[in-house]
């Protein structure tokens, strides 16, 4: 982001959203009219129109599903065709590259620095998908000897985070190994013996045996999955953009892919805004991390790992994420202290994502300098944490709309927190902690729905369990100083 707005320009009442969640008696009432006001957002984000000063821009590409690598793509008539071009060009800070709405791209984009990415034309977000191909219609589906399973017969060296049939109306399980000390393996699920593929019982349940012969297995009880499914989307390990200082990222539709949509280490003055993130995460990132008998899954919708500075995300419709909606992260030890300064997460409708917002700055056991400054959520409608697709990961007590991990010392300063609906969640409302009292964040006017009886979350620099029953609002006041938040109960 060039000229990132003030934090005091954000902090005003989200006023329709909040009256239509006004707390009365009747919890399914506000539900019903939060899920006609989310919608709403959802219809207005995917709609938004591209608003760029073009004569701002040195160059402009234009990209489309028409095009020729052959042509300069200096305009909609000589637009370029493929990502692998797009991505070989010596493009410059000030150049900006337009995707053709309506069209779809497979593969990653790698940003340049200081390039805006965007649409031009009429119709839909212009599509890239980190699927490599629909499976339903590319390659053929063997019955193997076992009942009801079939092979995908192309080779995947890349592990698949899961299979997302007819663009999200059903989704599959994926079978991963319980290593037991005495050398056999059990489904990370049901913990019943697991060895191979032909081990597959339950419907849409499938084995990625990505190290061996690299095909996917997948038990369809309904026969052959290209006859059932009109489209099978793979969630291939990898992200579909890698991030670079100065982007922006605008109006585009990212989906499918098993790590994360767009990823970067560190980075400043990065912006994502207008986009639709959907379906993302769920590869293997190790086969045994923390000590685990089981391998380790990730991948988030917007990741920064490492410090940044003025770091944007906002009007985005994010949702089935396995791990993160976005976050800004870093964990480990670095040789100079790491900042991670002027971060807003704005006016996003996040859904059925496990964590809708993530951060956590340095372990107690790693350098304890790093800083967090500048920290704006707001005007977001967050909804059903732990809810989506990533249900299936197996540590279930994680689920949050916030999430610290009070493991971290997250050192902050001027970190707000307003005007948002957190809408349920499957654990915590919110899990958020820090190291010191002074570093936790400030919260104004949110809408708090969650079960009666159920976790609000663990807050404070003690991380202590707080439950969401009739004490709640007096702890969120003596805890985050939240003096004007909506409490609702939905009753069992």
Same mark, same amino acid.
């Given at each position: 982001?060039?000229n990132i707005?003030s934090l005091? %320009?954000?902090?005003?009442? %989200?006023?329709?959203?909040?009256?239509? #969640?006004?707390?009365?008696?009747n919890a399914?009432?506000? /539900?019903?009219?939060?899920?006609?006001?989310?919608?709403a957002?959802?219809?207005?984000i995917?709609?938004?129109?591209?608003?760029? =000063?073009q004569?701002? %821009?040195?160059?402009? @590409?234009?990209?489309?599903?028409?095009?020729?690598?052959?042509?300069?793509?200096?305009?909609?008539?000589?637009? /370029?065709?493929s990502?692998?071009?797009?991505n070989?060009?010596?493009?410059?800070?000030?150049d900006?590259?337009?995707?053709?709405r309506g069209?779809?791209w497979r593969?990653?984009?790698?940003?340049?620095?200081?390039?805006? @990415?965007?649409a031009?034309?009429?119709?839909?977000?212009p599509r890239?998908?980190g699927?490599?191909?629909?499976?339903?219609?590319?390659?053929k589906?063997?019955?193997?000897?076992?009942?009801?399973?079939?092979?995908?017969d192309?080779?995947?060296?890349?592990? +698949?985070?899961?299979l997302?049939f007819?663009?999200?109306?059903?989704?599959?399980?994926?079978?991963?190994m319980?290593?037991?000390?005495d050398?056999?393996?059990?489904?990370?699920?049901?913990?019943?013996?697991?060895?191979?593929y032909?081990?597959?019982?339950?419907d849409?349940e499938? @084995?990625?045996?990505?190290?061996?012969?690299?095909?996917?297995?997948?038990?369809?009880?309904?026969?052959?999955?290209a006859?059932?499914?009109?489209?099978?989307?793979?969630?291939?390990?990898?992200?579909?953009v890698l991030?670079?200082?100065?982007?922006?990222?605008?109006?585009?539709?990212?989906?499918?892919?098993?790590?994360?949509?767009?990823?970067?280490?560190?980075?400043k003055?990065?912006?994502?805004t *207008?986009?639709?993130?959907?379906?993302?995460?769920?590869s293997?990132?190790?086969?045994?991390?923390?000590?685990?008998?089981?391998p380790?899954?990730?991948g988030?919708?917007?990741?920064?790992?490492?410090? #940044?500075e003025n770091?944007?995300?906002?009007?985005?419709y /994010?949702?089935?994420?396995?791990?993160?909606?976005?976050?800004?992260q870093?964990?480990?030890?670095?040789?100079?202290?790491?900042?991670?300064r002027?971060?807003?997460?704005s006016n *996003?409708l996040i859904?059925?994502?496990v964590y809708?917002?993530?951060?956590f700055?340095?372990?107690?056991?790693? /350098?304890?300098?790093?800083?967090?400054?500048?920290?704006?959520?707001?005007?977001?409608i967050?909804?059903?944490?732990g809810y989506?697709?990533?249900k299936?990961?197996? =540590?279930?007590e994680t689920?949050?709309?916030?999430?610290?991990? &009070?493991?971290?010392?997250?050192?902050?300063?001027?970190?707000?927190?307003?005007?948002?609906?957190?809408?349920?969640s499957?654990? =915590?409302?919110l899990?958020?902690?820090?190291?010191?009292?002074?570093?936790?964040?400030?919260?104004?006017?949110?809408?708090? +729905?969650?079960?009666?009886?159920a &976790?609000?979350?663990?807050?404070?620099?003690?991380?202590?369990?707080? +439950?969401?029953?009739?004490?709640?609002?007096?702890?969120?006041e003596?805890?985050?100083?939240?003096?004007?938040g909506?409490?609702?109960f939905?009753?069992?």
């Amino acid at each position: 982001m060039k000229n990132i707005l003030s934090l005091s %320009f954000w902090l005003v009442a %989200f006023t329709t959203l909040l009256s239509a #969640c006004a707390p009365t008696d009747n919890a399914q009432r506000i /539900i019903s009219d939060l899920d006609r006001e989310a919608e709403a957002r959802k219809q207005e984000i995917l709609s938004t129109p591209t608003i760029l =000063d073009q004569e701002k %821009f040195n160059n402009i @590409y234009y990209i489309s599903a028409e095009g020729n690598d052959l042509n300069d793509g200096l305009s909609p008539e000589t637009a /370029i065709l493929s990502l692998e071009h797009l991505n070989s060009l010596d493009l410059q800070p000030g150049d900006g590259v337009m995707f053709r709405r309506g069209d779809l791209w497979r593969g990653q984009l790698k940003a340049r620095r200081g390039v805006t @990415y965007s649409a031009y034309g009429e119709g839909d977000k212009p599509r890239i998908y980190g699927s490599p191909y629909d499976a339903a219609k590319v390659g053929k589906w063997v019955e193997t000897e076992t009942k009801n399973v079939y092979m995908y017969d192309g080779e995947l060296p890349n592990d +698949i985070g899961t299979l997302v049939f007819n663009h999200g109306q059903q989704h599959a399980f994926k079978v991963m190994m319980i290593h037991e000390e005495d050398g056999s393996t059990l489904h990370i699920e049901t913990r019943e013996p697991f060895a191979s593929y032909r081990d597959l019982k339950r419907d849409l349940e499938f @084995y990625h045996d990505y190290r061996g012969d690299k095909h996917v297995y997948l038990c369809s009880t309904e026969g052959n999955p290209a006859e059932r499914f009109s489209s099978i989307e793979l969630l291939t390990k990898g992200h579909i953009v890698l991030a670079a200082s100065g982007a922006t990222f605008d109006n585009l539709c990212l989906k499918y892919c098993g790590s994360h949509g767009i990823g970067s280490g560190t980075t400043k003055d990065l912006t994502v805004t *207008n986009c639709e993130l959907g379906w993302i995460g769920g590869s293997i990132q190790s086969e045994s991390a923390f000590g685990r008998n089981h391998p380790t899954r990730y991948g988030n919708a917007v990741e920064i790992y490492g410090g #940044c500075e003025n770091f944007m995300v906002s009007n985005c419709y /994010i949702y089935q994420i396995y791990d993160a909606a976005v976050t800004h992260q870093h964990q480990g030890d670095v040789s100079t202290p790491l900042m991670m300064r002027n971060v807003i997460y704005s006016n *996003n409708l996040i859904e059925d994502c496990v964590y809708s917002v993530e951060y956590f700055l340095g372990r107690e056991d790693t /350098i304890q300098s790093h800083q967090m400054e500048e920290i704006l959520i707001a005007n977001n409608i967050m909804r059903r944490a732990g809810y989506g697709w990533g249900k299936q990961r197996p =540590d279930k007590e994680t689920p949050a709309h916030i999430k610290s991990w &009070s493991h971290h010392t997250n050192n902050a300063t001027n970190f707000v927190v307003a005007n948002n609906i957190f809408d349920r969640s499957t654990r =915590d409302l919110l899990n958020i902690a820090a190291a010191k009292s002074e570093s936790m964040p400030t919260l104004q006017n949110n809408t708090y +729905i969650q079960h009666r009886g159920a &976790s609000a979350g663990s807050w404070g620099s003690e991380g202590k369990i707080y +439950i969401y029953d009739d004490t709640v609002a007096k702890s969120l006041e003596e805890v985050f100083g939240e003096k004007s938040g909506k409490i609702v109960f939905v009753e069992e």
